[in-house]
């Protein structure tokens, strides 16, 4: 398994904007390519306006496969407009599990 960790920051005062967008029209899109939805934070100490993700995927080419499909599907590319200037800053990882890890 591999885990795709992702943080984005979003424009000053537009949280409950990009939330709200994000579940209505994001989160079916993905969840329906993508799959394997871990966990999906907001920040509420340190640095602020901020979300964080992860999803789970089998391996990188599992990965590029669903990912392409999502990529391909209409209702992503309206989300991707309706989003637009919403995040001021991205940062992602690939994260693998520890041998003794409760989650692989």
């Known amino acids: 398994m591999i885990i795709d960790h992702r943080t984005y920051t979003i424009a000053h005062g537009r949280n409950k904007e990009y939330l709200a967008l994000f579940e209505a029209e994001a989160l079916p899109v993905q969840m329906e390519h993508l799959g394997n939805l871990i966990a999906y934070f907001t920040t509420a ?6 979300v964080v993700h992860l999803w789970g995927y089998e391996s990188l ?5 669903r990912r392409k499909a999502r990529d391909a599907d209409p209702r992503w590319g309206e989300y991707k407009k309706k989003s637009a200037g919403m995040l001021t800053d991205q940062r992602n990882k690939l994260l693998t599990p520890a041998s003794f890890s409760p989650l692989k």
């Open 45 to 50: 100490v340190g640095p602020v306006n901020e």
């Open 61 to 65: 080419a599992d990965m590029e496969q």
